[in-house]
């Protein structure tokens, strides 16, 4: 789950709910560039049929593309390392909202466990360096 996705879903105060929105929207062109490099990668990966189209199966009740074992791996590490980007905006103009963020990760009352948790570890640690 990535930073955004979990702000989103996160019930917050009006005025933190606002600033929440505000970094969200900064953070869209990022969004934006990263799904279409997911897209890159699964048109480069994913398994086509005899008109180069890829082919589309249904797992866990749920569509998703077709993709070889033999390049599944290959494809999550690329992805992998996109998601590893780090996002470096402007203090300017922006401190008030990224300062709302770490606030918000600081004294959040949700529960994180297993992969969460440790993607919340990364979070609060790049928000912490915020003076």
């Known amino acids: 789950m990535s930073l955004v996705r979990w702000l989103r879903i996160l019930p917050l105060s009006s005025e933190m709910s606002k600033e ?3 970094f969200i929207k900064l953070a869209e062109p990022y969004i934006n560039s990263l799904l279409g490099e997911r897209v890159s990668i699964l048109n480069k990966y994913a398994d086509k049929n005899e008109n180069g189209e890829l082919i589309i199966i249904e797992a866990d009740g749920r569509k998703e593309y077709q993709i070889s074992p033999d390049k ?5 590490k690329e992805y992998a390392e996109k998601l590893q980007t780090v996002l470096d905006f402007p203090l300017e103009g922006n401190k008030s909202k990224l300062q709302s963020i770490k606030e918000i990760l600081k004294t959040t009352s949700f529960e994180f466990s297993g992969q969460l948790a440790d993607e919340y570890l990364a979070w609060d640690e ?3 360096k915020l003076e």
């Open 20 to 22: 929440r929105t505000r």
């Open 72 to 76: 599944r791996e290959q494809a999550e």
């Open 126 to 128: 790049a928000f912490s």
